[in-house]
């Protein structure tokens, strides 16, 4: 008897780590003119290919917003070289707008004991008015309004534009002087006056 077959399959060597089938030439029609002994056949696991198309998304997702950011990079710098840009103070006056002393818009000028105060406290619950901090007796006393407008401007509250700003003093209302001084400041000033039944 002739000599045990070995079998073919085994006998081509095969590359290691690769996922590959070596198989045999006779399991495999016949070309003309090839002298191997073994047909290299390519076989790809399922993981593998995932993993291959993954990276090649992730590449191909790469480049496009590496052209995207490079493209809108390119827009800005045009945009901001041919237009001025506004200064910057002008810019952070119209985004946080300051907070100034204002001379006030509305006066309580009285009367005493009728709730002056409680009338001042109840309207400063507002969010849009401000109070100057106690009473600033400057249209009733002569030392007070002869130190100018500008003394009492410092008297008063900071406030926003839009906000209205008050103040109280209720011995204007028996003060002779206090109306033509108040019409001198500003005459269409707001005249706040609180009475009640006398007991």
């Known amino acids: 008897m002739g000599a045990p077959k070995t079998d073919q399959r085994r006998s081509c060597v095969r590359p290691p780590h690769l996922d590959i089938l070596w198989l045999p030439r006779t399991a495999m029609r016949s ?11 390519v076989g790809v696991s399922r993981p593998k290919m995932a993993a291959a198309i993954l990276v090649v998304m992730l590449l191909s997702l790469f480049l496009t917003f590496h052209m995207l950011y490079d493209s809108a990079l390119h827009t800005f710098q ?3 070289i041919e237009r001025p840009r506004p200064p910057l103070l002008l810019l952070s006056r119209r ?3 300051t ?3 204002r001379l006030p818009q509305a006066i309580i000028i009285g009367v005493r004991k009728c709730g002056t105060r409680a009338l001042l406290e109840m309207l400063y619950l507002h969010p849009m008015v401000q109070k100057a901090a ?6 009733d006393r002569d030392e007070n309004y002869n130190r100018g407008l500008e003394w009492y401007r410092m008297k008063m509250p900071h406030s926003y534009q839009g906000q209205i700003t008050i103040e109280k003093s209720p011995s204007y209302f028996v003060t002779p002087e206090v109306p033509e ?6 005459a269409s000033v707001k005249l706040i006056l609180i009475v009640r039944e006398p007991v």
Do not use: K, Q, T
């Not at 070309?31 to 056949?41: F, I, K, M, N, Q």
């Open 99 to 101: 907070a100034a002393r």
């Open 31 to 41: 070309v003309e003119g090839d002298p191997s002994d073994c047909v290299l056949v």
């Open 95 to 97: 985004l946080y707008p």
């Open 134 to 139: 106690g009473e600033v007796h400057f249209f």
């Open 181 to 186: 001084r108040i019409r001198a400041m500003n």
């Open 78 to 80: 045009a945009s901001s």
